[in-house]
């Protein structure tokens, strides 16, 4: 199974945040952990744009054994397709590096559940930012091939095959593993990384990769979730 982490240092709504520090690592190096922990990953590569801020993060995720691509930084389900077809899979797991809380546990879940039948895209229902999603490699290449990806396929890569009905679809509960994924943490304004800090303060038992027990303890009435 290859695994690619999706990711940018130009994000317009919060720049760098793959730099960002917790639990005094890099968002970056703690996404290149995870994606390292899977059971099933037999490829991890991190695939971002080619502009020239990209490459900052080329040697840090290749001391973690992590492969670095650069392609086009606008397709990037182009980006994905590349990464593909060097290194060919049943399978391809999506991890957005937004997601420093991203399971291991619930990855390989989801790819037995996918794999066990023969289903062509997983998830955690809804998108949960606690988990990646799992796809068919080829329908993705042939989806760019073909030359009917859409706008939003080209910017969120399995667009279409999540919302085709000839897809074969699969999904964990919302309520899966006790946790609450539709209302998952990411990485993504300044709020998030207020939360992010306020989890690192006061959870340090989410300093570890596998923390699923820690995840299913936090609260909806807790600080982190209080709505502004």
């Not at 994606?35 to 900052?56: C, H, M, Q, R, S």
């Amino acid at each position: 199974m290859l695994v690619i982490l999706q990711g940018r240092l130009k994000s317009t709504r919060l720049p760098c945040k793959g730099f960002f520090t917790f639990f005094g690592q890099t968002i970056l190096e703690r996404m290149c952990d995870i994606a390292n922990e899977i059971d099933f990953a037999d490829k991890v590569v991190f695939a971002t744009g080619d502009i020239p801020e990209n490459y900052l993060a080329k040697s840090l995720v290749e001391s973690k054994g992590v492969e670095f691509y650069a392609g086009s930084e606008e397709n990037v389900l182009e980006r994905f397709c590349d990464v593909i077809r060097s290194h060919p899979s049943d399978y391809v797991v999506r991890i957005t590096c937004d997601n420093y809380l991203v399971q291991p546990e619930l990855i390989e879940d989801l790819y037995r559940l996918v794999r066990d039948n023969d289903a062509d895209y997983g998830h955690i229902s809804p998108l949960s930012h606690y988990c990646g999603e799992i796809v068919r490699s080829k329908l993705l290449v042939e989806n760019l091939d073909g030359g009917t990806a859409s706008g939003m396929a080209l910017e969120h890569v399995t667009w279409d095959i999540r919302n085709s009905a000839e897809s074969k679809i699969v999904a964990l509960p919302v309520g899966y593993k006790s946790l609450n994924h539709a209302d998952s943490l990411t990485l993504d304004t300044v709020d998030d990384f207020l939360k992010m800090k306020y989890l690192e303060q006061n959870r340090p038992d989410l300093v570890t990769v596998r923390c699923l027990k820690a995840l299913e303890t936090l609260c909806e009435t807790d600080l982190i979730f209080t709505k502004s």
